[in-house]
């Protein structure tokens, strides 16, 4: 994400909930570095059990200053529906 992102936030949290589609929420740890502000700690898992391929659009949508409501559109430009049941108990919360 661009460093401009931080520009709505007073102080850019160290982690953010992704929160799905349909209603449930993944905890990913942020950081900066080299003038950006990353997905890290937690992003590969929720990339892996949510499918995300190359080619597919991801979108984020700020809802608090910590939440992120997340859109992925598969390569046809179809909204994917995730399906809670594949969310890892390490890392998935229903909050």
Same mark, same amino acid.
């Given at each position: 994400?661009?460093?401009? &992102? !931080?520009? +709505?936030? $007073?102080?850019?949290?160290?982690? &953010? ?5 349909? #209603? ?10 080299? #003038?950006?502000? !990353? ?5 590969? !898992? =929720?990339?892996?059990? +949510?499918? $995300?391929?190359?080619? =597919? ?9 910590? !939440?992120?409501?997340?859109?992925? &559109?598969?390569?046809? #430009? ?6 809670? #049941?594949? +969310?890892?108990?390490? &890392?998935?919360?229903?909050?």
């Amino acid at each position: 994400m661009p460093l401009d &992102f !931080t520009k +709505h936030f $007073i102080v850019v949290p160290t982690e &953010f909930k992704l929160r799905n589609n349909i #209603g449930f929420s993944w905890r990913v740890m942020v950081k900066l570095t080299n #003038g950006k502000v !990353t997905l890290d700690q937690g992003w590969a !898992t =929720y990339a892996a059990v +949510h499918q $995300i391929k190359i080619g =597919y659009m991801v979108m984020f949508k700020l809802l608090t200053p910590d !939440t992120l409501k997340v859109i992925i &559109f598969d390569d046809d #430009g179809i909204e994917v529906v995730n399906k809670c #049941g594949k +969310h890892d108990e390490a &890392f998935a919360s229903n909050d």
